[in-house]
Structure formats: structure tokens, C-alpha cells
């Protein structure tokens, strides 16, 4: 055979009589005349890539036994034990039974809540500084007896806690030394376990604001390792130095990065359970005033995105919001806050979800201009047993309670005050991963890829979705097989502004399904906009499907199917697709109206987590336990702003 008209070496010679050849082959070439390799550009197209070439997989809220809710509730691993199990190891869960992962996680952030952090494990091992005190002696042998006696323990530190009457040895706060041990001790164990471009661990923790019980949280990482991060101790919400404001946070990120040089961002979560409160249209710690720019200024900087799911439910969408959206009621929590004081009122919802945070986040970039909720979207677990799960055959629950039993389906996990059931565990769903497009697997790469917003949340699966904006996308487009190349030259990615062009905007979307998991139903865009009134609309446009179908005359694509069979249970993918992909082009599309788009892509029906504990355990459970469920990946949004 010939290579640019040039002889070469038949396979069957041998490697010894090719080095001894070599010499005499580089006579017999003749180059002159022949032009060089080299063109403008490299020949192979993987070379000099300046974007985000893979995606990588991983949790960003973990709690393990040093969080005080988690170690009082039975949680005995600790973060190594939790590094052990996300890079892939089998380990023995909190309740003793064996655990692994289908597959490792490629990235991993322990949040242990910054109020009280290690303090639960020095009161369950009676160090000397708490043996020490009276409190510190009862507390310790109520947990270590366990049952019902360490719950009651558990609330008793929660009151003492609340209530400022805690000890200050059991006070683990700024300033206390053994809060500083712990802290040290949480850094070294991420160092420890960092593996650049295998297994990725970031500096992190929970600030945990809890507004009358109205969830405000929000999980701070790091870009930096110990010789930055060291040089502070984690906010808290406890005064003197701490405070519930999410602004008192964001003056000390700004601090930390100003002392450090360092980076740091934070990622709010379970909106869902804030009683209306995350995507507030007014500063409810001051006094209900409306917010200004400043604020909107502040929270756009510090919190790039939002994480949509984990195992308090979805909060992408909800079905009294957007009722024309028949996939908007998935793993909807509607119970109240996490006092469960009182039950959910629509005038809260608004507040409370993806959706209409993001059309309000737009409503005052026009009034003020600035867009204080531009937020990307992640998934995550919120996990507090040390342990990732989240594919639904491998779940093992929020709390050591409800690791794998018999009991734990139909288990009342909360009530309201007048004793109606507030929350079944059942309603826990399996937990979120955050998927990451970034050059290389290390902490730099993916939390500048965070920062920039190109991320996206799964359900748990491992969806590959890519979703890019641009003005001139076109059919062709969608079968590239180089799809990267094209978006990042024709257009930006997810995360991005799509800045002013001619005609209507137009985005390409592909996703590849999950290599364990199930087939692909379709792939929507949702867009959100302000009419020419100023009010918030939406639009849910399936682009792209398997099997065919067409659309119905009532606009709405016909349900794929199903193939479940809950007696195993399985599922086979015998409908759906493997991969989906098109270019869309907006059909409502105003020039003078704010927008913003994002992908979601949904697989065919599973079997969920209860299906799974009811066949292994031989259960027959109530008709009102889900057992199946449709798994989906968000997109980060895409933004556009009209010109001024």
C-alpha cells in the first residue's frame, strides 16, 4: 500500500529488521517537492482545543458524620470513608451493610454543616473538653444509647443550640479550637484524597440559614486547597460572627477572596422547602424592603448556579405553576418548610422554583439593571450518611434511618403540628449529580467550568447533553460528529448571553443517553420570556423524539411508551433512542423581550427506588407509592437581552 505516493512496510516485517531498515528507508524517501504535514491548522482536530472537551460527574453536597443532624442520626462514616466510596470502593454502611457504586464519581465536594461541625463525633467519643461538662456528660450517654433516647438527644442539642444555652466547650464555632481542629482535619482529608484528572475533591461547606425554618442554604466551594482555604474558618450563622443574612455570607466570601487571592463560589438549594423565600422579591432581612441593585449585583457574582435536585425532591418545575407542562410534576415536595409548620400556599411557589426564578431574575435585570437569580443549574444528593446513591436499584436513603429496610416506604418521616402526615419517606427520591463540560478533570478546570455556568443537573443519570445559542445554526449542524467544534464556533454554550443577531435565534441540542442506564424519549426546550406587558410566560417546545411519533393536533408529543415490569423489576430499551439531537430555531422569537432557554432532556419510564425495595423485600405497598418514574437532565440556561 502507498501513503501520499510513498512506499511503506508491510505489517509482516518484523520490529528488529524495521529498526535496522530505518536508516536505509530514510535514504530511499525522496522529500523534495512533497508538502509538509503541517497546514494552518493541525491536522488532528483534538489538538489546541481552548474549550471544555469532556464532562465529568460528580456530587456537590455531601454530609457525613461531622455534620450534627447526619452523626446524631446515626452516620458514623466520616470523609474518608465517604472519598473511599465515591472514587468506587465497597464500603460497610452506617447500619452495616455492604455498599458500592455502579461506577466511581469523577469529582466529589463534602458540605459538612459549618454550625457545630465535628461536634457530634467529640460528643458521641466523650472527649475530655466535653466529658468535661454537665451537658456534655448526658448528651453523650443519651446518643451512645441510641433509639429513641438519642433522638430525643439529638433535639435537645438543637434546642440547647437555638436557644444560645449551649455550653461553650459543645459550641463548635469560630473561635473554638476544637472547631478549628475539625476543620483542619476536613481539608487534609480532601488533599488526601485529590487525585488530578481521576478523582477530583474540593475545600467545602454548608452555611446553613434557617429562616423559621424556611430553608436558605447554601453550599460554599472552594477553588483553592489548604494553603488558601486554610487560612480561614467556615462561616457559620451563629453571631457574633455569623449571621443568617445570605449578604453577611457574600461579605465574607469577598473577604476570603480579598485576604487570599483565592476563589470561591456558593450554590443555593431546596427553594422548594423555603416557604417562598429563595427567589425572594424582597429583602426579607431588611425589613421586606424591595431589593436594589446591589443586592442584585452581589448575588449574581456569588452564586452562579442553583442546584435544581437532590433528594428533597425537584425543584425544576411545579405542576400549579406551569399546568400546561405535563412532565412538571415530577418528585414535587409540597409539604411546607422544614419546621413543616405550616402546608404550602401558592402565593409561595413563585418563590420557590427554577422556573419562575429565573423569569423573576429577568424581571429586575429590566428594573434595576442587573439579574440577581442568572443562575446555571446543578444536581446533587444532599446525603447524610457519607454515602452517594443515585441510581434507584443502589439507594439508600437521605438518613441512616432509611438505609435499605423493609419498613422504610411507608415510614412517616415528619408530621405537622395537628399530626397529619407531613412527609413519607418514600417521597426522598434518589439523588442529583452535577455533570461538568470542562478541558480536564482537576479543580481549577471544573470549578472555573462552574463558574462560567457550564453545568447542568441530572436525576442521577448519567445523561450527556450539550446545548448551545447562536444566529446561524443549521440542519447540517445537528449530525456533526465533531458537535463541540461546531457550537463553540457558530455559537456560545450553555451558561452563556447570546448577544444581539439578525432573524431569530437558533440552539443546537444533542444528548447521548446514559451508557448503564435507559433510552431517550425526547428532548425539550423550555423558554421563559417577558411579553410586551412585562409578564412572565412560558413554553415547553419538544425539538426532538424517538420512534416517530408525530405531533398531535393538540400540540403535545404522544407518551413514548412504557416496557417496566415491576416483577423483577427492569425495563428494556426496545423504544426510545440512544441519542438525540436537532437544531431548533424560536418560532415565538421578539427582539425587543427578554429570554432565556434551557434544555431537558427525558428518558423512558424506569422502575424507581420503592419498586426495587419492594420486590427485595417481597412488599406489597400502597397504591399512592410511585413506582416508576421518567429520569431527566436540565441544561443550564442560555440568555438573551434585547439591545438598549
Known amino acids: 500500500m502507498t501513503v501520499f505516493g510513498h512506499k511503506v512496510l508491510a505489517l509482516s516485517v518484523s520490529f528488529f529488521a524495521l529498526l535496522h531498515s530505518a536508516p536505509i528507508l530514510a535514504e530511499e524517501i525522496n522529500m523534495e517537492g512533497l508538502e509538509s504535514p503541517f497546514q494552518s491548522r493541525p491536522y488532528s482536530p483534538y489538538a489546541e482545543r481552548g474549550y471544555a472537551t469532556d464532562v465529568f460527574f460528580g456530587d456537590t453536597h455531601v454530609h457525613t458524620m461531622l455534620s450534627a443532624d447526619a452523626g446524631g442520626g446515626g452516620t458514623r462514616l466520616l470523609p474518608r470513608d465517604a472519598y473511599r466510596f465515591a472514587r ?12 458500592k457504586l455502579a461506577q466511581p464519581l469523577d469529582f466529589y465536594m463534602i458540605t459538612d454543616h459549618s454550625d457545630g461541625m465535628g461536634a457530634i463525633k467529640d460528643i458521641l467519643a466523650g472527649t475530655p473538653e466535653i466529658m468535661a461538662t454537665e451537658q456534655g456528660k448526658q448528651l453523650n450517654a443519651a446518643f451512645n444509647a441510641g433509639g429513641t433516647e438519642a433522638l430525643r438527644a439529638a433535639q435537645e442539642l438543637v434546642r440547647l443550640f437555638g436557644n444560645g444555652e449551649l455550653d461553650p466547650a459543645l459550641n463548635y464555632q469560630p473561635g473554638n479550637e476544637a472547631f478549628t481542629r475539625v476543620w483542619e482535619d476536613i481539608m487534609a ?3 488526601e484524597y485529590n487525585d488530578p484528572g481521576v478523582f477530583t475533591t474540593f475545600v467545602a461547606f454548608e452555611w446553613t440559614s434557617l429562616v423559621s425554618g424556611n430553608n436558605l442554604h447554601r453550599n460554599v466551594i472552594f477553588r483553592d486547597g489548604p494553603a488558601r482555604a486554610g487560612q480561614i474558618v467556615p462561616f457559620t450563622t451563629s453571631p457574633p460572627s455569623g449571621s443568617l443574612d445570605p449578604r453577611a455570607l457574600w461579605a465574607w466570601m469577598q ?57 428533597k425532591g425537584d425543584g425544576e418545575a411545579h405542576p400549579a405553576l406551569s399546568p400546561d407542562d405535563e412532565f412538571a410534576d415530577f418528585e414535587t415536595w409540597d409539604y411546607g418548610n422544614l419546621d413543616a409548620t405550616e402546608k404550602k400556599t401558592p402565593e409561595m411557589l413563585l418563590g420557590e422554583y427554577v422556573r419562575s426564578g429565573l423569569q423573576r431574575g429577568m424581571a429586575f435585570e429590566r428594573d434595576l439593571g442587573v439579574n440577581p437569580f442568572k443562575f446555571g443549574l446543578v444536581g446533587a444528593s444532599d446525603t447524610h450518611i457519607g454515602m452517594t446513591t443515585p441510581d434507584n436499584d443502589n439507594f439508600f436513603g437521605k438518613f441512616t434511618a432509611y438505609e435499605p429496610s423493609a419498613a422504610r416506604s411507608t415510614h412517616i418521616s415528619r408530621n405537622y403540628p395537628d399530626g397529619t402526615p407531613a412527609l413519607y419517606t418514600w417521597q426522598y427520591i434518589t439523588s442529583g449529580l ?68 439578525e432573524g431569530a435565534p437558533s440552539f443546537l441540542v444533542y444528548a447521548l443517553r446514559d451508557p448503564m442506564g435507559a433510552n431517550l424519549d425526547r428532548i425539550q426546550i423550555v423558554k421563559l420570556w417577558l411579553n410586551a406587558a412585562g409578564e412572565q410566560v412560558e413554553k415547553v417546545y419538544d425539538v426532538a423524539w424517538s420512534d416517530a411519533r408525530e405531533i398531535q393536533a393538540d ?10 415490569d415491576l416483577s423483577v423489576p427492569t425495563w428494556t430499551n426496545t423504544i426510545g433512542a440512544s441519542e438525540l439531537g436537532t437544531v431548533w430555531q424560536d418560532p415565538d422569537f421578539d427582539p425587543t423581550q427578554r429570554a432565556s432557554y434551557y434544555a431537558r432532556v427525558i428518558e423512558i419510564p ?6 426495587y425495595d419492594a420486590v427485595y423485600y417481597g412488599l406489597d405497598l400502597p397504591a399512592d407509592i410511585p413506582l416508576q418514574q421518567q429520569e431527566r437532565a436540565y441544561s443550564s440556561p442560555i440568555w438573551f437581552t434585547p439591545e438598549s
Open 255 to 311: 473577604a476570603y477572596e480579598d485576604k487570599t487571592g483565592g476563589d470561591v463560589l456558593a450554590i443555593p438549594h431546596n427553594g422548594n422547602v423555603s416557604n417562598g423565600m429563595m427567589f425572594p422579591l424582597q429583602d426579607d432581612f431588611a425589613e421586606g424592603a424591595p431589593l436594589d441593585a446591589a443586592y442584585a449585583e452581589q448575588r449574581q457574582k456569588w452564586e452562579p448556579l442553583y442546584e435544581a435536585v437532590q433528594i
Open 88 to 99: 468506587g470502593e465497597q464500603v460497610s454502611s452506617n447500619t452495616g451493610q455492604p455498599a
Open 555 to 564: 400540540g403535545k408529543l404522544p407518551p413514548v411508551g412504557n416496557t417496566v
Open 189 to 191: 482529608a480532601a488533599e
Open 434 to 501: 452535577t455533570a461538568v463540560w470542562a478541558e480536564d478533570n482537576t479543580r481549577g478546570a471544573l470549578f472555573d467550568a462552574m463558574e462560567r455556568k457550564e453545568a447542568y443537573a441530572t436525576t442521577g443519570t448519567r445523561i450527556r447533553l450539550r446545548f448551545f445559542g447562536g444566529w446561524d445554526f443549521n440542519a447540517e449542524d445537528a449530525a456533526s460528529r465533531n458537535l463541540a467544534q461546531v457550537g463553540y464556533r457558530k455559537g456560545v454554550p450553555m451558561g452563556s448571553d447570546l448577544t444581539a443577531g
Open 606 to 611: 424506569t422502575p424507581r427506588w420503592t419498586a
